[in-house]
């Protein structure tokens, strides 16, 4: 009977034991996965190895250039050895976690017979009106023309020129080393009309290390898919003054055509008000010499910022406006002049800001008032304004005086007022700025991804940075291979798809819980649940190992 | 801001045939109107109307040039296809029994509606963009328009403006009831306004005295109109109004007369330059016929008579564009005047402020004998802060009671105190849920997991109970021999 009892019993602890086990087992194998599947953030998968290696990523800049050697450009036996092509590389030394080479692969032929007929003709115009017709050459490339060392093409004291479209003429020489000084000279001319330390630079100023000219390479607009451009006249004196311009006009005539030229680089629209009652932040300081009003330029900051509460803000997109303002001061205070550093008056009279738009004051001729009553009307004149608001355009998109290398001739500006070659150096410019600006993005985007663990990726935003990684790298592809065209157009892409992950609202419903939070929700739940298991566990641990011991004792 | 840069670098451009060809403008007018109307509750009601015309086929051109148009609206225009754009704020509600039909109707809240050329193919979309824009535009939380509170209306609102086809599917609208109405919506209204706030009506429009106001409402409406009387082209119109009725008791001391200064803290200096119109109305209808009960001052050029909404109406006009009327002293300080000033007692009143202090409201009244006098006082249940709730909240909280004084002997009445019973949380319900939710899990869980682990076996009572053994204590203890 005792026998049988402890039998039984033995069969109940057994039981017990299975139970505890089978009970810690079904909280392992299922409730746990089940607790961190229903818990779980979704987070789709990202290229991390491949963003972090955009870092590192190495941007060659390939320009081609075509060097076309005319009859008596260089030696006969250096003649024969055409054509061939030969690349010159060379690191742009900028502090940049990217690097940044630049690569002229110059492919030398022979002048072929329309172009020696061309470059024999009497006039620098003639020859490029001749020159012009065949093709279109691609963007980004360059045609250079060697012409005998005794043409009167170019001025005896002048080396090379460049043209307004995307060649140059650089004079040929009669040498033994013939190749290598031309060669010199070509990457020279070339270098001035495509890629320079200064342009780079200034497309990267936001990602490079502070420095003392940072903030004079800052005044580019930032890139962006397009542009909003506004002009607005002041008028905070409309019972003086009737002010009238012929905004219409001047856009049609000026601003168009130049925006038309650069329309490569981005979407434009133009639209222009006229405000009233609209003042200057400072009040003038009054000269009794000169009976005129100055602007000092330390003052010209804080010009702006009460102006710009009228401007009123471009409602209807989200593209980067510029903002050019033509004030016509009030009577009290006209006529009004900006001085600069040295207090002489700006010859302009205008000042702009970086990334802004720019500031023009428009004094009305004194002459007017002594005829008629008040209000005057004014004409405004818009040549004058539109000259100096276009050079500040000129600036403000980072298109920027060459650095012409010496003995250089440069041709007169066309009639939009922007050369071919320049929207080119614009293009390298801003492609270089995108990959960088792109680069940034995702490499930020993917360290708060990796740092908050909370956060939902959804699939739609993990697609994004796959695509953005893909232009970048596709847009650096582009510009090895010297395709400037398609290699803008993806470094576009990749900043709006990275741009688009990067701010996408989805990250932000962040599903973010504190600890302490944590451990009120899971205590009530876990404990009673934990403890029991553990505390079984941790008997029948005790026990197994005691009746291990036991029969070691018995020996 | 960036530091500015004196330009000193200029590049020669050739720049293309000068001469002038001055391309004819689209002509553009501001008509600015104020009209003064003296309610018959004894408030004073200032309705602003300022309209801008612009003769501009505002969709066809692909560069826009704004004159008096504000910019930010004109974008809009074109941007988003509309054809009519009415948009109204209105803080308070205007009392038609105590103040007569108003000039313009518009709804406590916002009120947003919309029609949309027929070219817009997704109109939803627009419409969600345009109530984005507009919030940024006009500081209000329009951004909270989404499908919920948006209708589209098949057999009222009708376009107010020159339509060919009123097809409802263009149309939209949508009321936010809860919209504050303050400052931050005011300032962007007077920057659509040509002369700002600097010259002109627009002076009068100071936020601080607006919006001590028992109604307030601002709205723009813009539409097309017809250009010329055959109609052969479209002109927009935009239309900015603001109605405003102040309490001439809280304003005037409990006087009814009143003045442009003592509204608006300000008077006329100058007129717009740029409004082809500029005039103010004074509501001057004699309530008594028998004699002039009021009077204006300075005294108005012309009088104009009309009947509107069904009742004569005698109207001081003041046209600030003639030069005679802004005088030497350089502004207009427009007053009226009762000349027997009705018998309407004292009443004085002193709002609450919240937490600092209660409401104060005197009343002179002269009570007829043998009368019921009844004052009511609408009040609104509110949830107080957590911690300002007394121990026993459901007892409700005390009113202070109404006094009320003889004035020729003395009597003082005092009556019951009012018992209000506020809406009560029930403060100890996440402590609750966390408590049960606890002991269920516990409950369930500990008993089930003891069921299935615990070993149960019969015990022989070899050494009997507890009692048995503390009996055997006690028993060794006083020697006993035990059980």
């Known amino acids: 009977m005792a026998a049988a009892g402890a039998a039984a019993t033995d069969l109940e602890v057994a039981r017990g034991k299975r139970a505890a086990l089978f009970f810690a087992a079904v909280a392992i194998v299922l409730g746990l996965p089940l607790w961190w599947k229903t818990t779980e953030t979704y987070r789709a998968s990202l290229p991390y190895s491949q963003i972090s290696g955009l870092n590192a990523l190495q941007l060659r800049l390939m320009v081609p250039v075509t060097v076309v050697f005319t009859r008596e450009s260089v030696p006969l036996d250096d003649q024969e050895k055409l054509p061939f092509t030969v690349v010159h590389e060379r690191e742009i030394p900028l502090k940049y976690k990217m690097k940044i080479k630049c690569r002229f692969q110059k492919a030398y032929r022979r002048a072929l017979d329309h172009e020696e007929e061309a470059l024999s003709s009497g006039s620098m115009q003639e020859a490029e009106a001749m020159l012009d017709e065949p093709q279109e050459q691609a963007e980004g490339s360059l045609t250079m023309y060697v012409i005998s060392e005794h043409s009167s093409l170019l001025p005896q004291d002048m080396m090379s020129y460049i043209g307004p479209k995307r060649t140059a003429v650089v004079r040929g020489i009669m040498h033994r080393e013939a190749f290598n000084i031309i060669g010199r000279r070509i990457v020279q001319v070339a270098q001035a009309m495509s890629l320079t330390e200064d342009v780079l630079a200034a497309a990267l100023a936001d990602h490079l290390p502070e420095d003392k000219w940072s903030a004079e390479k800052r005044r580019p607009l930032k890139s962006s898919l397009g542009y909003e451009i506004t002009f607005s006249l002041l008028n905070p004196d409309p019972k003086s003054h009737d002010v009238h311009w012929d905004i219409e006009g001047a856009v049609r005539r000026y601003v168009q055509p130049f925006l038309n030229a650069l329309s490569a680089a981005g979407n434009f629209s133009v639209d222009s008000q006229i405000l009233y009652y609209a003042v200057l932040g400072v009040n003038p300081r009054f000269d009794s010499a000169s009976s005129s009003y100055y602007l000092d330029m330390h003052n010209l900051p804080h010009v702006i910022n009460p102006v710009e509460s009228r401007l009123g803000s471009s409602a209807a997109s989200l593209y980067p406006v510029l903002n050019f303002l033509l004030y016509v001061p009030e009577l009290a205070h006209s006529p009004l002049y900006i001085q600069d550093k040295d207090g002489a008056p700006v010859a302009t009279n205008a000042f702009h800001s970086p990334r802004w738009g720019g500031i023009m004051v428009y004094n009305v001729d004194s002459k007017t008032y002594n005829a008629s009553v008040l209000p005057v009307r004014v004409e405004v004149d818009m040549v004058r304004v539109m000259e100096v608001f276009l050079a500040q355009l000129r600036l403000l998109f980072g298109i920027a005086q060459p650095q012409v290398p010496p003995k250089c001739l440069l041709s007169g500006p066309k009639s939009e007022g922007l050369m071919t070659w320049e929207l080119d150096r614009l293009l390298w410019a801003r492609s270089v700025e995108n990959l960088a600006t792109a680069t940034t993005t995702l490499t930020s985007l993917a360290q708060l991804l990796g740092k908050i663990s909370n956060i939902v990726i959804k699939d739609d935003v993990a697609s994004e940075v796959y695509r953005a990684v893909a232009a970048v790298q596709k847009s650096a592809e582009e510009l090895a291979s010297g395709h400037l065209a398609s290699a803008f157009v993806a470094s576009q892409e990749a900043v709006t798809s990275s741009e688009l992950a990067f701010f996408d609202p989805s990250l932000l419903h962040l599903l973010y819980f504190p600890d302490d939070q944590k451990f009120a929700i899971y205590i009530p739940l876990f404990l009673p649940m934990a403890v029991p298991i553990l505390l079984s566990l941790v008997k029948i641990f005790l026990e197994t190992r005691k009746s291990w011991k036991k029969p070691q004792k018995t020996d | ?483």
């Not at chain 2, 615990?454 to 006083?478: M, S, V, Y």
Request: aromatic share 12%; with cysteine; net charge positive.
């Open chain 2, 1 to 483: 801001m960036a530091a500015a840069i004196p330009l000193s670098l200029l590049v020669l451009l050739l720049l293309g045939p000068g001469g002038w060809c001055l391309a004819e403008h689209p002509r553009d007018s501001l008509r600015e109107e104020l009209v003064i109307t003296p309610l018959p509750s004894g408030d004073v009601a200032a309705t602003f109307q300022f309209r801008t015309r612009w003769d501009s086929e505002l969709q066809r051109e692909g560069v826009s040039h704004y004159r008096l148009f504000p910019k930010a609206l004109g974008q809009l225009i074109s941007k988003y296809s509309l054809r009519e754009l009415h948009l109204s704020f209105t803080q308070g509600f205007w009392r038609t029994r105590y103040w007569g039909p108003p000039f313009l109707q518009a709804p406590s809240g916002a009120e947003l509606w919309v029609w949309f050329q027929d070219t817009v193919t997704d109109v939803d979309k627009s419409w969600k963009e345009l109530s984005n824009v507009l919030s940024g535009i006009f500081c209000a939380s329009l951004n909270f328009i989404d499908s919920t509170n948006t209708v589209t209306p098949t057999a009222s609102f009708k376009p107010l403006g020159l339509a060919n086809d009123t097809d409802h599917y263009f149309l939209r609208y949508a009321v936010l009831p809860r919209e504050v109405v303050c400052t931050e919506n005011l300032t962007p209204w007077k920057k659509l306004l040509p002369c700002s706030s600097k010259a002109g009506l627009s002076v009068l429009l100071k936020a601080d005295r607006l919006f001590h106001t028992s109604y307030h409402s601002q709205a723009v409406h813009i539409r097309p109109v017809c250009r010329n009387a055959r109609c052969t082209s479209i002109s927009w119109e935009l239309r900015q109004t603001l109605s405003v009725v102040f309490d001439a008791f809280i304003t005037g001391q409990g006087k009814k007369d009143w003045s442009l200064f003592r509204m608006f803290s300000r008077t006329l200096t100058e007129p717009c330059p740029l409004a082809s119109e500029s005039r103010v109305y004074v509501d001057i209808t004699n309530y008594n016929q028998d004699n002039e009960t009021l009077e204006v001052h300075p005294s108005p050029t012309t009088t104009y008579q009309d009947v509107i909404l069904g009742t004569r109406k005698t109207y001081a006009i003041y046209d600030l564009l003639d030069s005679a009327m802004i005088n030497n002293s350089r502004n207009l300080n427009i007053q009226l005047k009762w000349k027997r000033p009705p018998e309407n007692g004292y009443i004085h009143y002193q709002p609450a402020q919240d937490r600092l202090q209660p409401h104060l409201l005197e009343m002179l009244i002269q009570l007829p004998a043998n009368s019921v006098t009844k004052v009511s006082i609408q009040f609104e249940r509110a949830l107080l802060k957590w911690t300002e709730y007394t121990p026993d909240p459901n007892h409700g909280f005390y009113v202070r009671f109404p006094v009320s004084d003889g004035s020729n002997y003395f009597v003082r009445l005092y009556t019951e105190p009012l018992l209000v019973n506020l809406p009560t949380p029930d403060f100890s319900m996440p402590y609750n849920v966390i408590c049960l939710t606890c002991t269920v899990v516990a409950v369930c869980y500990g008993s089930f997991y003891n069921l299935l682990t615990r070993t149960f076996h019969i015990e022989e009572p070899r050494t009997g109970g507890l009692a048995k053994r503390l009996a055997n204590l006690i028993r060794r203890a006083r020697g006993v021999p035990l059980l």
